[in-house]
């Protein structure tokens, strides 16, 4: 696992970065005040909630997460997000999840099982015919699979869909494009 660097805290919100994110992307400002407003205003996590913002580099297992659902830590590959300019829309997306697991966590529970139980239904058959060495029907079946486990992703399932809209909705995104910011930012 990577070393963990404490950027701050406040009241119960922490942030923290891997070594090796910072040694890619340099220090981040992080604007403490205005995650505050994300989480317990926007998103309404109660106060008393420990929320932990956890930025690394690469990827999630080589880093030492094999817990995603972890309710209080949101973790953001943020060398990704950060070349492409879509910190402030990974928060915002991730920071819903997050607000979703602590809100509501029997319902979250549920649909992320119904979305294991879709994109195992979906790729099982794949599955078989790879253990048959049937490659012919695999390479028909397996995109199938792949395509309709997409398509409940990210077009059906109500926990995704919500996510995806906080993290495109333009109002949001200007709102709080300051949350964290890297010395060479790309986000504008």
């Not at 963990?4 to 005040?33: C, F, W």
């Not at 880093?63 to 830590?73: E, I, L, M, Q, V």
């Amino acid at each position: 696992m990577r070393e963990r660097i404490h950027l701050g805290t406040k009241d119960n919100l922490r942030v923290q970065m891997s070594s090796e994110a910072i040694d890619e992307l340099g220090e981040p400002s992080v604007n403490y005040d205005g995650l505050q407003d994300l989480f317990y205003d926007h998103f309404g996590v109660a106060p008393e909630t420990p929320v932990t913002t956890d930025l690394y580099a690469g990827s999630r297992f080589r880093n030492g997460y094999c817990n995603p659902f972890a309710p209080d830590t949101m973790h953001i590959n943020i060398t990704t997000t950060e070349q492409k300019g879509l910190t402030t829309a990974a928060i915002l997306h991730e920071g819903k999840h997050l607000a979703d697991r602590n809100n509501q966590p029997a319902r979250y529970l549920g649909l992320t099982a119904l979305r294991v139980c879709v994109g195992v239904g979906a790729l099982a058959p794949s599955y078989l015919m790879a253990i048959d060495s049937n490659v012919a029907a695999l390479s028909l079946v397996m995109p199938i699979g792949m395509m309709l486990s997409h398509l409940y992703n990210t077009g059906i399932d109500p926990l995704e869909v919500a996510a995806l809209r906080e993290g495109e909705d333009a109002k949001l995104l200007e709102r709080y494009a300051d949350l964290i910011v890297f010395p060479d930012s790309t986000t504008e």
